[in-house]
């Protein structure tokens, strides 16, 4: 078992900056990796950036390229997503999941994903 914890989120206007947290806990192993997904109402969880825990490989999609940073910190197994210039369109609830199969590529769909975390929301004001 694998339990993940979102922390970070909240209400910014437009061009402001957050950082979400994702601490990891159980049975992690070096050979997985962690996602952020985002979901708004009545659709399906997309994938926004993921990272594989022993190198650091990263992906991200294409509209939060040059915002969001993800990152890790091996100490503190816990994942870091810093979301810079944030517009209205990133609003949503941001979940992390773990993926604890091969770790690369980085997997983009959300029922590859093992584990999720329950979730924290992020709006983004105009």
Do not use: H
Request: hydrophobic share 30%.
């Amino acid at each position: 078992q694998v339990q993940l914890v979102e922390s970070g989120g909240g209400s910014v206007q437009a061009g402001g900056s957050l950082r979400l947290s994702c601490a990891a806990s159980g049975r992690t192993r070096s050979g997985y990796a962690v996602g952020w997904f985002r979901q708004t109402p009545g659709k399906e969880r997309d994938f926004v950036a993921g990272i594989t825990w022993s190198v650091g490989r990263t992906s991200y999609t294409d509209s939060v390229k040059g915002r969001f940073t993800i990152s890790r910190d091996n100490a503190k197994t816990t994942v870091y997503l810093q979301m810079n210039s944030l517009k209205p369109e990133d609003t949503g609830v941001y979940y992390c999941a773990a993926d604890l199969g091969r770790s690369y590529p980085l997997k983009k769909n959300s029922y590859e994903y093992d584990y999720w975390g329950q979730g924290t929301q992020v709006t983004v004001s105009s």
